[in-house]
C-alpha cells in the first residue's frame, strides 16, 4: 500500500521549526556528552549494474545527513561507519573516546535488509547494563518499520525504537529522552521512561516496541506519518557530515580518529546532495510521490552553491549527484537555481568552473525546458539520468514516446549534457520485435542512435509503499521460491526476475543481460574512442568500461537464479508482506504503517470527506 497522508494543510511543518529545535539542543547537549555510532548497512552480493562503482565510491546522502544533523545539534562524538567501507564492523566491539556509545543507529534500504538485522542483532551483544539505545532508520524503516524489531524467541535483537521520518524526527526523538534523563542514567532507560510516559506520542514518524523481554517486541506502536521540512534550507549542512567518516579497513573495531579531510575525495569523489524532493507523476509502481505527500521542496540556489563550495573547499570534491526525484519538476523554481550556480562566486572564481554535477529528470519535463538546457551545462551540470521506462508508454505513461524521447536525448547532446536512461523491462517485452519499437534490443538502439551514454534495464518489481505492490501480490505474479532457493531481500532491486506471469520468467532474466550486452561491449567500447578525438567528452568510454566490468558481475550473480527459473520447481505468494507484531496506533487506532488495513484515506470516513471536499 502506498503511505497515508496527513490532513491538507498538515503536511508540513510550520516555517522555523527545525531550525529553533536545532538551535534548543545545542543548549541541551552542553548537559550530556552524548557519543553515537551511525551505520549504513550495505549486502555485498547487490554489487552490480546499473549501480555498480556508485555504491561505493558515493557516500550515502542519508546517513551522512543524520551525521550532519547530530554534528549541528552540538553532539560531536559521533561517527559514520558504511558497511560498503568497512564489512567487517561489529558494533559489539565498538568504542568511541575510549567508551560504548550510547546511541547505536542503522540506516538501512530493503535491500540491505539482512545486513542491518544483522548489525542490531550483534549491537544486542553487549552486555546488558552498557547496550546503547538502538535506533533504526533509512528507506526500509520508513515503508516496512515493523521488520527491525523481533518477536522470534530463536532470533532476538530488534530495534529499540524506529524513525520512519527524517532529521527532524530523529532530533525530536533526542530532544524527548535527554529532557527526561536523569543526572547519570543512560539514554537507554531514559528512553524507557520517556516511551512509558507516553513522552514519544506526539512526535509522528517514530514506531517502538512494547512489552516483551530486551530485544523482544510483543506489540508495536505507530505514532503516524511524519510532517515534512519545507524549506530545505533548514536542513543541517552536509560538510559536517563528512567530518565524521570511519575511514576504511577490515577491523571489527573503530579507528581512533575519523577520516582525514585530505582523505574523503580518495574514497569518495561522487558527493550526494539534497537539492529537491518530490515528483508531480504518480507512477503506479513508484513509492515516492507518497512519500512526500504529494508536495515538492526545494533548497534556494543560494544554498546549493554554498554547499557545492564549501565540499570543494574543504574535501576538494568536484563532482556532486543530486538526490531529486525529479529536478525539473517544477520549472520557474529550477531556473532559479540554476541561474544562481551561474552567477555564483566564491574567493573570485565562478564555482561552474570548479563544480559539476548531475541529477534525475523525466523526458517530458526536459522538452519543457529544451531552451534552458544550454544554461544548464553553463551551472556544470554534465549528464542527466531520465526515467524512460517504456518507450512506447505500454508499461507507464508520463508523456513519452519514441520521438519525444528522441528530441529530449539530441537537444541534451547538443547543449553538451549527457543523458542517461533508466528503463524497465516487462514481461509483454520480446527481446526484439520486427517493424515496432516494442522490443527491448529495439529500444536500446533507438536510444544508443539518440545519444544515450549509460544503460540502466530492470525488471519491474514490486515496491514496498507502491499502488501496484498488493495487486502485483494478489495476482500470484511474486515469486517466492525457484529450485529450492528462496527470493531474499537483495534480490529486489530490479536485476532478479522475482515478479512474472511469463510462463518462462527465465527468458526475462536472460533478456535483460542481452540488453545489457547489447549496450555494453568492447566494440562500442572501441567506436566511444574513435569519437572522443571529435568530441569534447570522454565519458562514454569511460562509461563502456565500467558497463563491460559491472556486466561480468551481474552475469555471475544472476546466471545461477536464471538455471533455477529455467529447471526448478516455481512456487509464488499471493499476500503483500505485513507486520508479524501487532501493530496499532497511539490510543488503539490503525497503524499508519501497518499493510494489512486500508490506508488512512481509504477509508470510508475518509472518502466521505473526500468526496465532500
Known amino acids: 500500500m502506498e503511505l497515508p497522508r496527513r ?66 545539534a552540538g553532539f560531536d562524538k559521533t561517527r559514520i561507519v558504511l558497511q560498503q567501507w568497512n564489512r567487517n564492523f561489529r558494533p559489539s566491539r565498538m568504542q568511541l573516546d575510549g567508551r560504548i556509545p550510547e546511541l547505536f543507529m542503522a540506516s538501512s534500504m530493503s535491500l540491505h535488509s539482512e545486513s542491518c538485522m544483522a548489525l542490531i542483532r550483534d549491537a544486542h551483544r553487549i552486555d546488558s547494563a552498557h547496550r546503547p539505545l538502538i535506533i ?74 512494547r512489552g516483551g523481554k530486551d530485544g523482544l517486541a510483543e506489540e508495536l ?57 518530490g515528483c508531480k507523476f504518480a507512477c503506479p509502481y513508484c513509492p515516492i510521490p507518497a512519500y512526500n505527500q504529494r508536495q515538492y521542496r526545494v533548497k534556494s540556489g543560494e544554498r546549493i552553491a554554498d554547499e557545492m563550495f564549501r565540499l570543494n573547499r574543504e574535501y576538494g570534491l568536484r563532482r556532486f549527484f543530486g538526490a531529486d526525484d525529479n529536478f525539473f519538476n517544477d520549472r520557474a523554481r529550477t531556473l532559479d537555481i540554476v541561474e544562481t550556480l551561474v552567477r555564483a562566486e566564491f574567493d573570485g572564481v565562478k564555482l561552474r568552473d570548479r563544480a559539476r554535477w548531475y541529477t534525475e529528470v523525466t523526458v517530458h519535463d526536459t522538452l519543457q525546458m529544451r531552451e534552458h538546457l544550454p544554461l544548464m551545462r553553463k551551472s556544470g551540470c554534465r549528464a542527466l539520468w531520465l526515467g524512460v521506462e517504456d518507450l512506447t508508454a505500454t508499461l507507464v505513461k508520463k508523456g513519452q514516446s519514441a520521438d519525444k524521447t528522441t528530441a529530449a536525448f539530441r537537444a541534451l547532446r547538443a547543449a553538451g549534457i549527457s543523458p542517461m536512461p533508466m528503463m524497465m523491462h516487462h514481461d509483454t517485452q520480446p527481446l526484439y520485435s520486427h517493424g515496432s519499437n516494442y522490443g527491448l534490443l529495439n529500444q536500446i538502439e533507438l536510444l544508443r542512435r539518440a545519444g544515450a551514454v549509460s544503460m540502466q534495464v530492470l525488471m519491474l518489481t514490486p515496491a514496498v509503499g507502491s499502488k501496484l505492490l498488493e495487486t ?89 537464479w536464471a538455471a533455477r527459473l529455467m529447471f526448478g520447481r516455481i512456487t509464488r505468494q499471493s499476500r503483500a508482506p505485513v507486520s508479524q507484531i501487532p501493530m496499532q496506533a497511539v490510543g488503539g487506532a490503525a497503524a499508519s504503517h501497518d499493510g494489512s488495513v486500508a490506508p488512512i484515506e481509504m477509508r470510508p470516513r475518509a472518502r466521505q470527506a473526500a468526496r465532500a471536499a
Open 7 to 72: 490532513p491538507r494543510g498538515d503536511e508540513r511543518l510550520k516555517p522555523g521549526e527545525l531550525t529553533r529545535l536545532r538551535e534548543r539542543l545545542r543548549i541541551a547537549a552542553q548537559a550530556h556528552d552524548l557519543s553515537t555510532v551511525i551505520a549504513c548497512a550495505f549486502d555485498h552480493r547487490t554489487r552490480m549494474l546499473p549501480f555498480i562503482f556508485a555504491d561505493t565510491r558515493m557516500i550515502p546522502a542519508g546517513v551522512r545527513a543524520i551525521g550532519s544533523a547530530m554534528a549541528d
Open 136 to 209: 533504526a532508520g533509512g528507506p526500509h524503516a520508513v515503508y516496512e518499520p515493523y521488520d527491525l524489531f523481533s518477536a522470534d524467541p530463536a532470533r532476538p535483537g530488534g530495534a529499540d525504537v524506529v524513525v520512519t521520518g527524517e532529521e527532524f524526527v530523529l532530533l525530536s526523538l533526542i530532544e524527548a529522552v535527554l529532557s527526561m534523563r536523569g543526572r547519570g542514567e543512560s539514554i537507554r532507560a531514559a528512553f524507557v521512561r520517556a516511551r512509558d510516559s507516553g513522552a514519544l506520542d506526539a512526535i509522528p514518524g517514530l514506531v517502538y516496541s
Open 472 to 560: 502485483t501480490y494478489a495476482s500470484g505474479q511474486v515469486l517466492g521460491s525457484a529450485g529450492g532457493k528462496p527470493v531474499r531481500p537483495y534480490m529486489c532491486d530490479g536485476n532478479y526476475v522475482i515478479a512474472s506471469s511469463h510462463k518462462r520468467p527465465w527468458k526475462k532474466q536472460l533478456t535483460m543481460l542481452a540488453g545489457y550486452l547489447y549496450f555494453y561491449n568492447p566494440v562500442w567500447f572501441v567506436i566511444a574512442l574513435i569519437r572522443c578525438r571529435t568530441r569534447v567528452s570522454l565519458m562514454p568510454a569511460f562509461l563502456q568500461i565500467f558497463g563491460m566490468t559491472g556486466l561480468v558481475m551481474t552475469i555471475v550473480r544472476t546466471t545461477g
Open 221 to 277: 506502536v505507530d505514532t503516524g506519518i511524519q510532517r515534512l521540512v519545507g524549506d530545505l534550507d533548514e536542513l543541517p549542512h552536509p560538510v559536517l557530515g563528512y567530518r565524521l567518516m570511519e575511514p576504511p579497513g577490515r577491523h571489527a573495531t573503530l579507528s581512533m580518529r575519523a577520516m582525514p579531510a585530505d582523505q574523503v575525495r580518495r574514497y569518495s569523489p561522487l558527493a550526494s546532495l539534497v537539492m529537491t524532493f
